[in-house]
Every structure is written in structure tokens, then in C-alpha cells.
């Protein structure tokens, strides 16, 4: 009997559990996920950094929220069982809703591609299509958008940054942000071997005609390299349309000023060729003065003018060959070749004075020509490994190598005197390798960063010094006792961990540490000596912001800190003279030591209806060791000098600065043909001095940009931007303020196949560079005129799907993440 009972009892036992099994199913999945990936619906391509939202369906409320990686894809997963609307909006675009329902039997949900069409808007005749804005505002970073700041049309890079709060530029095409001017430049990510002022290829080298993007980020993370008041990362353009696609253009200014452009691009399978060119060869004039007074030692009194013209020639050839090719969906290979030519011809002629204790003596003229030639090769390998099982997982690594040679001959000429020249050659070499790894974390909302990278960078060259007899003013022969030739080597092995997650309902968190070595080694012949600097530095970075809004990036707070380093370059350490003109030269400072500063900023960004946007930044910078100009008399060659008083800038060391300040953007649709957008910035600048007094100065300054752009017909476009930046000190006396106004129209034609371009940059004339500095022995004043009013016509034909940019934009567009 038992055993009849046994396969009775066993199958009821099934059936039990066979009920059982779909409960236990349901207990286990009580969540599930949602992905997708977005394009725009007219061109195919992935759309980056686009909102995605989970509402509720039965009351709208937020579940959750993610944006969309660079590739366009998203996931939101860990979501509750439940019937959702999920929503993904982004400027310039309509919105797209989906209903889904998560249940026991699907809990998950994969929707596939989602293509989004671009917003057109019909205004009285004018067809107007969203687009991006030319500067997008995150918390911490500014992203121009090259192709619609139409200011920029026949200028460099230097024109492009102009955009940026805070930003200024001196008459020598140095760039400073928040009053610093070191900063760390790359070139799509990369090193370039650009240098802010230095030597080398030099950012007022870089045509805007080849530059897509400029990512300016403030106050990077421990991720980025750790020199620098912050990072300017410049995109070079670069089409991924599949066919053939590319543009020519050539854009002319009067006085013989010419810049013609072209890029080819071609996409096809696995495979993506680019090659473009940009050149330029322009020509400027320039007006110059000066004064000096100085108490010399002996108790005279020298009191000197100087007044000039010059001529000065730029010149600039560019080539780039890329490829791009995917070996599967999970790995790509890339390959890049870069040579360029820079050259600069100035030629100045001066009238100089000079009279002790009032004593006239008699004029003299004289002359400096500049033939500066610069030749880089750029040469990069990068490879990119992702996982589809785990999105976000991805590993890169990437290997360069740039080689810059130099030659620059400065020749100056001094009637009823002998005349000099200074011989420069530059052989330079660095060479990169870096590797990153990125790994979401099992909450998929949290992840984990890590890297390595190494750069070594070695630094020959001469500098001779050769004099020729007033008799014979074109014999010059080498004085070797001024003969100097010159070895640095750098070496900068560096890891950095970070880790982001969030914390609660609205918040998140982002720490890392970064730990940089470095070792520097150089010594100079026929110079004073030798540097050596071997040390290691700790650079923590903290980032915490919380989402004040219904969705993701309308309305937040943000508030970093990050620890920063600022090396002095090569130049700054040189001990040898480095004539300017006969009355002025710079001297490095083989003892000059890195200067460390704590950077905190508070940041927040409001994202209204209508399309207005402002955001605003406080912001603060804790110098220690800080490296500043300093100019004095060099008495021996005053006495020797037939031109006057001599004087050597050279730097130093000078204590510690606070420097305090606030920035804020503000984007605004004043009617549906007129957008406005102001840029403006307000700082306490702190001067630490170890002149005569060793007091601290301090003074506040700021800078104001305001961009009008109009659309009075649907192909034509009308920007109106004006500028002011105003008085900022230097190390011992101030740099005055200066503004200018420019003009651009740009009409497209031909169905969009082709855009006719006409600006006038600085309409007024009204933008010069002037001056002063105020010691108890030395009293001088400098005005520099550069031919900054000029008129550009371009035009550009447009290849394949390539199309001109559309200038009316509908709102801005934030990016997401952590600003860097």
C-alpha cells in the first residue's frame, strides 16, 4: 500500500510546486530595467548627454533618471514592477514619450533605437531648427561651439577662449583664466606640445577654421593632470557621417590676409578616413610707446621714450590624416598624423630718446626683425575597448609622440652702434602614454575611475649671441663668450583613482586622489648653473551637487575642491638674457619652485521655460609659493648701453595670494527672431611683491561679454558682440582695461550647400594693450596698437551631408556628469 501512496503523494507534491514556482518568480523579480539608445532622426547620429526620465504614469511623479552616454545609449535599471511614462528631452529637439509596463513575466524592457526629431518653430516666414548654443554653461565647464561664434571667423584660438568669463589676453596672445596663465592645453584630449606664451607651437597658431569644439574646464578632477589654473581642451572637426563629407573654404581680410581651409571625410564600413588642411598667411601692422623714469644707483635721473611701427607676418600650415576603425562592436582602433608649419616675420623700426638729470641726448633709431620658424609632428595611437554585457565599462589607452624644432634669429639694429642678434634653436620631444579604466559598479549608479600615464619631455637647444661693426652692420660674428647651449629633461609618471555614486534622493558624490612625481633635469653651458627638482605631490579632488529639479540638470547645485600645482616652464628657468628690444631682455630662474594652490567653487545652474538659462559661480584660489614678474635695472648694462636704461625681467618666488571672484551666464530669447547671451565676471585679484615695501596688493577686476544674435530672414544670421575686460595688476604696477565691438552676417546659400560669411572685427578700433608699473626706482608706461580692425569676407562649399550650422538657438544645452 505504501508504495502505491509514494507516487501519489510525489505528484501531488509536484503540482504544489509547480503553483508555487510562478509566486517564488514574482518574489524574485520585484525590479527590472529599462534601456534604449537615442539618434537624431535626420542625420543618424548618437545623441550624447540627452535627459532620460521614468515617471509614474498614474501621477507623473520621478522614479528615476539617467542621461544618456556617448554613444547615445541609457539604461535605468533596479526599477520598481509597474506601469512608467518614460520621457527623454534635450534642447533642439522634440520631446519623446514612451508607456511601458515592467511585470514578473518582462521585467525588462529594451525599446530598441529611438530616434528624436529636431524642434522647428515657424516664425512669420522664418523656419528656425534648434540647435546648440555657441557657449553651453555646465557647473564647471564652458563648451564653445566653434562653427557658430561667428566672432571667430579668420581668427585663432585665442578669438574662440575670448568667449569665456574671466578670460583675458594680453598683447602678447597669452591667455589667463581667473587671473593665471597657466594653464594645461590638449589638443582632442591630448598633448599637443601647445604652448600659452611659451615656445613652441602657440594658441594664436591655431585657426578657428580647424577647431570644432574648445572645452574649457575650471576646476578639474583628479582625473585630469593636476598643473595649471585649468584645463582648455581643444576639438579639432571631425565628421563620422557615413559617405563622403567634407568642406572648402577660404576666408580673405583686407591687408593681405588669407586662410583657406578643407577637410575630407570619408566613412565607410568599419572604417573612417579624415583629412583636412588649414592654413593662413597674414599680415598686421602695429603701432607702439613707451616711457620709462629711473633712480639709477649713482643718483641720476634717466628719462627715455620709445616709439614704433611694425610689420608682422603670420603664417600657419596644417595637415591631419586619421583613421578610425572599429574591429567589432567592443573595440576600436584609432591613428592619427599631424605635421605643421608655423613661421612669423616681424619687422620694427624705432625712435628712441633719452635724457639724464634733463640733459637731452641726440635720437636714434633703430630696428628689430624676427624670422621665427616652428615645424611640429604630432603622431597618436589610441585604443578603445567597451562591453555591451555592462554599459559604461570601458577601457582606453593611448600612445603619442611630438616632435617641435624651432629656429628664431632676433636681430637688432641701433644707429652710431653695433648691432646684435640672437640666434635660437629649439629641438623638443615628448613622448605620452596613458591608460584609463572605467567600471560601473554593481548599484549601477555608482563607478569607479582609475589611470596611469607617463610624459617625458626633452628640451635642447642654443642660444648664441653674434655682433656685427657699425662699418659693416650685416657681418656678424659669434661672441663666444655669449654662447649657450642648453639640456632639460622633464619626466612626469602620474596615477589618479576616483569614485562617484550618489547619496539619497538628489545628491551626488565625486572623490579622487591624484599623485604626480616629478623630475626635472637641466643644465646650461656658458650659463649660471644647473636645475634639479625631484619631488612627489598628493592632489585630492572632491566634487558634491545635488539636483534641485523635477529632471535631471534644470536645477542644481554644485559645490568642488581641488588642489592644483603650477610648474614653471622651461623659458622661466633659463638663466641666459633673452633680449625683447635693445632696453629690455628676460632672464630665467634656475631656483624658481612650483607654486601650489587650493581651488574651490560653488556653482549653480537654473534651466527655465522659455529658454532661459543662468548660471552662476563663486569661486576662490590659495596660493602658495607664488611666481611672479619682476623687473628691475640692470645697472652694469645701462652703463654700457648706448640706448638707455637697460632693464631684466626675470621671476620669483613671492609668497601667497587669495584670489576671490564670481562668474555668471545668463542665455535669454528677448523675441523669437533676437536671443541675448552675457557673459560677465568679478574678482578680487591678489599680487603678492617682494618689492622694495614686500607689500601685498590687491584690486578688484572683472570682465563683461554680450552677444546679440539676430535671425531676420530663415538663411540669414546676425551676431552682434561686444566685450570689456578692465583694469588687472601685475607683479608690480597694472594692465588697463580695453573693449571692442564686432560685427558678423553670414548668409547660406544654394539650399544650404554653401555660406557667405562678412565680419568686422573691433568695428570702434577701440581694443589696445596698455601698461604700467610703478617701483620707487622704475616708472614705466607701455601702449601696443595691433591692427585689430579688420574686415573678413569668407566662403565655405559644403560636401556630401555636410551642412552650414543654423544660428538660432532655442535654449541651452547643459552637459551632465561632473563638469570634470
Not at 524574485?28 to 532622426?41: A, E, I, P, W
Not at 515657424?122 to 561667428?150: A, F, M, S, W
Not at 603670420?314 to 605643421?340: A, K
Not at 536671443?675 to 599680487?687: A, E, M, P
Request: charged share 20%; hydrophobic share 35%; with cysteine.
Amino acid at each position: 500500500m505504501k508504495t502505491q501512496l509514494l507516487p501519489s503523494r510525489a505528484l501531488r507534491c509536484l503540482g504544489l510546486l509547480l503553483m508555487l514556482l510562478p509566486m517564488g518568480l514574482r518574489a524574485q523579480n520585484t525590479t527590472g530595467s529599462v534601456s534604449g539608445k537615442l539618434l537624431d532622426q535626420a542625420t543618424k547620429q548618437a545623441l550624447p548627454f540627452v535627459n532620460v526620465v521614468l515617471l509614474r504614469a498614474q501621477d507623473s511623479t520621478l522614479v528615476t533618471g539617467a542621461q544618456t552616454s556617448e554613444d547615445g545609449a541609457f539604461m535605468l535599471d533596479k526599477v520598481a514592477l509597474g506601469r512608467y511614462m518614460l520621457r527623454a528631452t534635450v534642447i533642439g529637439y522634440q520631446p519623446i514619450k514612451r508607456t511601458l509596463v515592467l511585470a514578473a513575466e518582462a521585467p525588462v524592457v529594451q525599446l530598441g533605437t529611438l530616434a528624436l526629431h529636431p524642434t522647428v518653430t515657424q516664425l512669420k516666414g522664418v523656419t528656425v531648427t534648434g540647435q546648440k548654443e555657441t557657449v553651453q554653461n555646465d557647473l564647471g565647464k564652458r563648451v564653445i561651439n566653434v562653427e557658430k561664434d561667428l566672432s571667430s571667423v579668420g581668427g585663432t584660438a585665442v578669438n574662440v577662449l575670448q568667449n569665456v568669463p574671466s578670460v583675458a589676453v594680453d598683447a602678447n596672445g597669452t591667455v589667463s583664466l581667473r587671473g593665471s596663465s597657466n594653464l594645461t592645453i590638449l589638443i582632442d584630449g591630448k598633448p599637443a606640445g601647445t604652448s600659452n606664451g611659451g615656445t613652441g607651437s602657440k594658441l594664436d597658431q591655431i585657426p578657428a577654421s580647424r577647431i570644432s569644439q574648445v572645452e574649457i574646464i575650471t576646476n578639474p578632477s583628479a582625473k585630469y593632470d593636476a598643473s595649471g589654473a585649468g584645463v582648455i581642451n581643444i576639438i579639432t572637426k571631425k565628421e563620422r557621417k557615413n559617405g563622403l563629407n567634407g568642406q572648402i573654404g577660404l576666408v580673405v581680410g583686407n591687408g593681405d590676409k588669407y586662410s583657406p581651409t578643407f577637410s575630407l571625410n570619408r566613412r565607410q564600413g568599419a572604417a573612417n578616413w579624415n583629412l583636412s588642411y588649414n592654413g593662413r598667411d597674414q599680415r598686421y601692422t602695429d603701432q607702439s610707446r613707451g616711457t620709462q623714469k629711473a633712480l639709477l644707483p649713482t643718483g641720476e635721473t634717466v628719462y627715455t621714450t620709445q616709439q614704433g611701427k611694425g610689420i608682422e607676418r603670420r603664417i600657419n600650415h596644417s595637415l591631419n590624416l586619421g583613421l578610425e576603425y572599429d574591429l567589432n562592436e567592443e573595440n576600436n582602433l584609432s591613428f592619427s598624423l599631424s605635421p605643421s608649419l608655423e613661421g612669423e616675420k616681424n619687422l620694427n623700426t624705432q625712435t628712441l630718446t633719452t635724457t639724464i638729470d634733463e640733459q637731452q641726448k641726440p635720437d636714434q633709431l633703430g630696428q628689430q626683425e624676427v624670422d621665427v620658424d616652428v615645424f611640429v609632428w604630432n603622431a597618436d595611437a589610441s585604443y578603445r575597448r567597451t562591453w555591451k554585457a555592462l554599459k559604461g565599462r570601458e577601457l582606453t589607452s593611448n600612445a603619442g609622440w611630438v616632435k617641435i624644432t624651432a629656429d628664431v634669429p632676433f636681430t637688432q639694429r641701433l644707429s652710431n652702434a653695433p648691432s646684435q642678434r640672437q640666434e635660437f634653436a629649439v629641438d623638443a620631444t615628448i613622448a605620452y602614454g596613458t591608460l584609463d579604466y572605467v567600471l560601473p559598479l554593481a548599484d549601477g549608479k555608482s563607478k569607479l575611475e582609475t589611470g596611469l600615464k607617463v610624459q617625458t619631455t626633452w628640451n635642447n637647444g642654443t642660444a648664441d649671441q653674434l655682433t656685427a661693426p657699425t662699418d659693416r652692420p650685416n657681418d656678424f660674428q659669434l661672441n663666444p663668450e655669449r654662447a649657450i647651449q642648453y639640456d632639460f629633461r622633464e619626466v612626469l609618471p602620474a596615477a589618479y583613482l576616483t569614485f562617484q555614486r550618489p547619496l539619497g534622493t538628489g545628491y551626488s558624490v565625486q572623490g579622487g586622489l591624484r599623485a604626480e612625481y616629478t623630475n626635472l633635469s637641466g643644465s646650461v653651458q656658458g650659463g649660471q648653473g644647473q636645475v634639479k627638482l625631484d619631488y612627489l605631490s598628493l592632489f585630492p579632488s572632491a566634487t558634491l551637487s545635488r539636483e534641485l529639479g523635477k529632471e535631471p540638470g534644470q536645477n542644481r547645485l554644485q559645490l568642488s575642491y581641488a588642489r592644483r600645482i603650477d610648474r614653471p616652464n622651461f623659458m622661466q628657468q633659463l638663466p641666459f638674457q633673452l633680449y625683447q628690444d635693445a632696453r629690455n631682455y628676460r632672464l630665467g630662474n634656475p631656483a624658481l619652485r612650483a607654486e601650489f594652490s587650493h581651488n574651490i567653487e560653488l556653482g549653480h545652474q537654473l534651466n527655465l521655460n522659455g529658454g532661459t538659462s543662468i548660471t552662476a559661480t563663486l569661486f576662490g584660489r590659495f596660493t602658495q609659493d607664488v611666481v611672479q614678474r619682476i623687473r628691475t635695472i640692470d645697472t652694469a648694462a645701462t652703463r654700457l648701453n648706448q640706448a638707455g636704461v637697460v632693464t631684466a625681467e626675470t621671476y620669483r618666488n613671492v609668497g601667497h595670494t587669495t584670489n576671490l571672484g564670481a562668474e555668471m551666464t545668463w542665455n535669454q530669447p528677448l523675441a523669437k527672431w533676437w536671443r541675448v547671451g552675457l557673459t560677465g565676471s568679478l574678482y578680487r585679484c591678489q599680487i603678492a611683491s617682494n618689492a622694495a615695501a614686500d607689500k601685498q596688493r590687491s584690486a578688484i577686476a572683472g570682465t563683461l561679454r554680450l552677444n546679440n544674435s539676430f535671425t531676420p530672414r530663415p538663411t540669414l544670421d546676425v551676431q552682434l558682440t561686444g566685450s570689456l575686460r578692465s583694469a588687472t595688476l601685475t607683479a608690480q604696477g597694472r594692465q588697463l582695461a580695453s573693449g571692442g565691438l564686432d560685427l558678423a552676417v553670414r548668409q547660406r546659400l544654394f539650399q544650404d550647400r554653401a555660406a557667405l560669411t562678412l565680419r568686422v572685427s573691433d568695428l570702434f578700433n577701440t581694443q589696445v594693450s596698455r601698461s604700467e608699473i610703478t617701483t620707487e626706482t622704475l616708472q614705466t608706461t607701455t601702449r601696443y596698437k595691433n591692427e585689430t580692425r579688420v574686415g573678413w569676407l569668407g566662403f565655405t562649399w559644403y560636401i556630401g551631408a555636410t551642412k552650414p550650422p543654423k544660428k538660432i538657438e532655442s535654449q541651452p544645452q547643459g552637459g551632465g556628469g561632473f563638469g570634470g
